[in-house]
């Protein structure tokens, strides 16, 4: 049942666009002349996305040892490039929160499966002195955006799929490609395309299940890959799927991950996981 390409293309051109807010402030957070002030006025007019930062920023994944009670303070403190991630966590929460029936995941299950790859992939950052951090977290919280849109193909085929998985020859997203005509990785770099975000992130969407094809994106790829597989094996599932499309061992080597590096991630996974607001 290949699907063309102009039908994959119109459902992307059906989701809605970022909101304006959100993409006011990845704009501010790119340009260096930009205020806090400035900033500041921008968000404090989007209170749904005023309310978001204060409340990732309180929560444990940051770790203050005093509450932030202004937005900002929150500015300052987290610095802009933290802002902008929060700013798109905010924007793309109600499109994550939805169930995808394709991929047998519930209400907000994608949502939090993201959010948690997101927080993995930028402490995976710091472990290793990569430079992307917060590049890293944003292209994790995205990764999956996909999903949004070949989940109703998915469905479709979904006995099929699983069947031929569990033959052990082809991953899920290579039967994907095989018998949709495109991965969802593919779809969601359509996806960030048509939201005009940066080539790195669009790289990041495209090749989180492939990174070795990432060409000059291939590190930032492999730490998506990596977050993704990580998040998913402490049953932050991002869908069926999930379980067969195992952590490449190329992309533990290109970022020098063991075993006990691994263990020790996981450790830090646990942590995020204690605090209750978290996925708020």
Known sequence: MPVKLQHILKRVQDLPPLPTSAMRVIALTKNPTTSVKELETVIGQDLALTAGILRQANSAYYGYARRISSLQEAIVILGFQVTQGLAMSA???????AQLAGYEIEQEGLWKHSLLTAMVAKRLCQYRKLPYGDVAFTAGLLHDIGKLIISVYVQEVGHYLLKKVTEGKLSYVELEERVIGFDHARVGGFLARAWNLPDDLIAA???????????SRIELSSIIHVANGLAGLVGMCGGVDSLFNPIEPTALD???????DLKLLMRDIEKFLVDPSLFS
């Open 91 to 97: 924007a793309v929460a109600p499109l994550l929160k």
């Open 205 to 215: 969407i495209s090749f989180h299940h492939s990174p070795s094809k990432a060409q």
């Open 254 to 260: 290109l970022l020098a991950l063991k075993d006990s």
